[in-house]
């Protein structure tokens, strides 16, 4: 261990923990730490659902396929909703944690931060499903089903809702453990959930034939599971969060730098919403086939996808703990590094799964129109993700250094481009106008994230270059603002 290991707060025989991989590790190590236990994570739960979509497909009935993708938004807003707490308060805690190197009386601050995210997570949950259930005819007609596939989506959308606070607060818990770099366990939560919602899958699907409902209520369950394995290694093992009732605060301190941060994760998420509800309405027109081709694509593109999302979501706890501390050293090398990584791996996983495509397609869908159209949306997919990972890259910066107006403007910059792109498309090309409006947007998206980085770079050199003790309350104001 080198001498500026051994003279930072943190302890000396620390090497193994979570804390040095944030402090004071090497870039390379810290991101082998943080990103791939993420990624394989993501991965794991991107196979699931593609094995997923196998098992209903196995049903031989396309409306059942479509019924999981026009329940597809409600599941974003779930996770947007845990979103706002959890991406908002993590960040929040590990700029904290950063901050805390200098000043100690900071970690004391984090107790309040934990214990809000977890609970606000759970009550918006509460009322979100409640709302839900109580108008799930209307909500179904607005995601655009028709009637061969109502029936199967008002069954799927209404157990998914009636686990929303558990799915938010797995979501909110997921990202608490993160803050702290403890990104390992993340993936043994992450995995062990899949697993589990495997075998209910067998079960609920193929035992006890309760199709699409018999789906979501696996995932339901599997998210509870996950919600109790993270709670108890919180309590366990964390020196400074809780999760307590009695640490919940509604203190501006604390209310207003969380929500900066996570509207942004709710705004993206109704963006997105909104965007589905467009895209599965237009795309509706032309038929179930399309709609389940569009499923089937989306789930065998996650792999790759998730994969990057790993990157640049494993890394947001080492750029804000590296800023939080005044470190600008290591939040540019952490940056560089994880944007040569997204590159990298993008191209490669890309072409690997684009090369493969009709093989891997053809073992969920055997109808050789859906194929077709599948493969067309798979390679748009594929071309989005890529520019989406580098987009995802700059928008974790901007989390992570507290920057609340570029963070949302990068989340709600999706959903304005794409509605007017999608229908433009779908007027002047059809279908393939629908399937290719993705990918002309996320290009977009980037541009924007490229040019609104340029014009933060002094703002953000400036932050770091004013030292910790004093940054740290500024870094809470600036995120408030």
């Excluded at 997923?52 to 026009?70: E, K, P, Q, Y």
């Excluded at 699907?205 to 998210?223: D, E, F, K």
Aim: charged share 10%; glycine share 12%.
């Amino acid at each position: 261990m080198s001498t500026t290991n051994l003279e930072t707060p943190v302890k000396a025989d620390a090497v193994g923990s979570n804390r040095w991989y944030l402090s004071t590790a090497p870039i390379i190590r810290a991101l082998v730490h943080l990103c791939v236990p993420m990624a394989a994570a993501m991965i794991v739960g991107a196979v699931y659902n593609v094995i997923n979509a196998g098992f209903i497909g196995s049903l031989h009935d396309s409306a059942l396929l479509a019924a999981i993708t026009f329940g597809t938004p409600i599941l974003g807003l779930v996770m947007a909703v845990g979103g706002v707490f959890g991406v908002g308060g993590g960040a929040l805690i590990s700029r904290l944690l950063g901050a805390a190197e200098h000043d100690p009386a900071k970690a004391g601050e984090i107790k309040h931060v934990s214990s809000f995210a977890l609970w606000g997570s759970v009550i918006a949950g509460v009322v979100l499903g409640g709302a839900g259930l109580l108008l799930l005819g209307p909500l179904v007609s607005l995601l655009g089903a028709d009637a061969a596939a109502g029936p199967a989506t008002s069954a799927y959308v209404a157990v998914m809702l009636a686990f929303v606070p558990v799915l938010a607060a797995a979501f909110c818990l997921e990202q608490l453990v993160r803050a702290e770099g403890a990104s390992r366990q993340v993936m043994i939560g992450l995995i062990a959930s899949t697993i589990a919602n495997l075998v209910f899958d067998v079960l609920f699907i193929l035992v006890l034939h309760w199709g699409v409902a018999g789906a979501a209520l696996a995932m339901g369950l599997s998210n509870l599971g996950v919600v109790a394995y993270f709670v108890i290694w919180l309590q366990r093992n964390s020196e400074h969060v809780s999760l307590a009732p009695r640490w919940f605060t509604l203190s501006a301190a604390v209310l207003k730098p969380v929500f900066g941060v996570g509207v942004g994760e709710l705004l993206q998420a109704s963006f997105l919403i909104v965007t589905s509800l467009v895209l599965n309405n237009l795309a509706a027109a032309y038929g179930d086939g399309p709609l389940a081709a569009m499923g089937v694509a989306v789930r065998i593109a996650q792999v790759p996808e998730f994969l990057l999302m790993g990157v640049t979501l494993g890394v947001l706890p080492l750029l804000a703990y590296a800023y939080g501390k005044g470190d600008k050293s290591r939040l540019t090398s952490a940056l560089r590094a994880s944007a040569i990584t997204v590159g990298g791996v993008g191209v490669v996983f890309s072409a690997v799964v684009f090369l493969f495509r009709d093989q891997v397609f053809s073992a969920f869908v055997p109808d050789p129109s859906v194929l077709a159209i599948g493969v067309t949306i798979l390679t748009a997919q594929l071309v989005a993700m890529i520019a989406n990972g580098f987009a995802g890259l700059i928008t974790s910066l901007f989390q992570a250094t507290g920057r609340a107006l570029a963070a949302t403007t990068m989340s709600m910059t999706q959903g304005i481009l794409f509605i007017p792109i999608v229908i433009l498309g779908n007027l002047w090309f059809g279908l393939p106008g629908i399937i290719w409006a993705l990918t002309v947007t996320e290009g977009l998206v980037f541009l924007v994230g490229v040019a609104m980085w340029l014009a933060s770079r002094r703002g953000i050199d400036r932050g770091l270059a004013e030292g910790s003790p004093e940054r740290a309350d500024e870094v809470l104001e600036q995120a408030a603002a």
